[in-house]
């Protein structure tokens, strides 16, 4: 039997790279912050408006994530910048047919936010 995802086919591929198109945007912004800026603050709900997650506050706060967050240059930004939390929500508002099957790192991220 098809789960939902298989059966909505080439939309579950659209879903995907707009997903990709978002979040490496988010990416670049992000690594780029790293390499100008090393012990700045970033606001982290700024950011994601600027990168093209339209997310508003009470969504941001239902995340439970820290506006600001320090940039940490020495380490890979997605060690330090909360995208797991974004990502769940993302497709859980956009694409709530889609959250399933969930990536390998589902379980680890599932139990740090409220997806």
Avoid: K
Wanted: proline share 6%; charged share 25%.
């Amino acid at each position: 039997m098809a789960t939902d995802y298989e059966s909505q086919g080439s939309d579950a591929t659209g879903a995907n790279q707009e997903a990709n198109r978002l979040f490496g945007e988010l990416a670049r912004t992000v690594e780029s912050l790293a390499r100008e800026g090393g012990d700045s603050e970033v606001d982290v709900l700024d950011l994601c408006r600027r990168c093209g997650l339209e997310i508003d506050d009470a969504e941001f706060r239902e995340l439970q994530v820290a506006r600001r967050i320090y940039v940490h240059p020495w380490l890979p930004w997605h060690y330090w910048f909360p995208w797991r939390p974004l990502w769940c929500w993302w497709w859980r508002r956009f694409y709530p047919y889609y959250y399933h099957p969930y990536p390998w790192w589902w379980h680890r991220c599932h139990h740090q936010c409220c997806c």
